[in-house]
T-cell receptor, first 115, second 114 residues
């Protein structure tokens, strides 16, 4: 069975500082990996995804993530955080194919940004 | 264009009652998904429709939960004999149904069972 672990429940950074959110997955084959962001009262928004190819993927809002098969990780990064980035972030893994949208999510990391 | 619409946004019901939660997907999206998000957790997959048929209902927790999509557009998630443990935010998402087509999530229905 596939699973996702986000080790950090809550992270606080100062505006302008760099950010890295950790994600570790367990999956038997080549995973489809995603990062979503959820602001209070809002739906989930896709930040970026990895299927194959270049292991460093670029997303919206200046985010990027790197797939490291040897570490079963897919960490999310941003070089300079803005106050508007405060939200909850979810990493997810899927099987692709006909089950493309059937995702297993981590429990999320809440990001607080201090001015 | 309009996104995925879920109604109601909030629903409070008493234990044992029946509830229906509605999802209006983006027009033209053939795939529709229901997820459940409990407090402090990530979303959990419930069921997936491709067109009118349930392609995968392996995430439904028990037979009190049922979902339909009779015309391949609007979907209704139905919960019978609600229990306090059913309290959660129920999320709906739709997509074009092809691989690589992104999921578009609605804002969810917050269900509270008292």
């Amino acid at each position: 069975a596939q699973s996702v672990t986000q080790p950090d429940i809550h992270i606080t950074v100062s505006e302008g500082a760099s950010l890295e959110l950790r994600c570790n997955y367990s999956y038997g084959a080549t995973p489809y990996l995603f990062w979503y962001v959820q602001s209070p009262g809002q739906g989930l928004q896709l930040l970026l995804k990895y299927f194959s190819g270049d292991t460093l993927v670029q997303g919206i809002k200046g985010f990027e993530a790197e797939f490291k098969r040897s570490q079963s990780s897919f960490n999310l990064r941003k070089p300079s955080v803005h106050w508007s980035d405060a939200a909850e972030y979810f990493c997810a893994v899927g099987a692709g194919g006909t089950s493309y949208g059937k995702l297993t999510f981590g429990q999320g990391t809440i990001l607080t940004v201090h001015p | 264009g309009a996104g995925v619409s879920q109604t109601p946004s909030n629903k409070v019901t008493e234990k044992g009652k029946y509830v229906e939660l509605r999802c209006d997907p983006i027009s033209g999206h053939t795939a529709l998904y229901w997820y459940r998000q409990s407090l402090g957790q990530g979303p959990e997959f419930l069921i997936y429709f491709q067109g009118t048929g349930a392609a995968d209902d392996s995430g439904l927790p028990n037979d009190r939960f049922f979902a339909v999509r009779p015309e391949g557009s609007v979907s209704t998630l139905k919960i019978q004999r609600t229990e306090r443990g059913d309290s959660a935010v129920y999320l709906c998402a739709s997509s074009l149904g092809t691989e690589n087509s992104p999921l578009h999530f609605g804002n969810g229905t917050r269900l509270t069972v008292t």
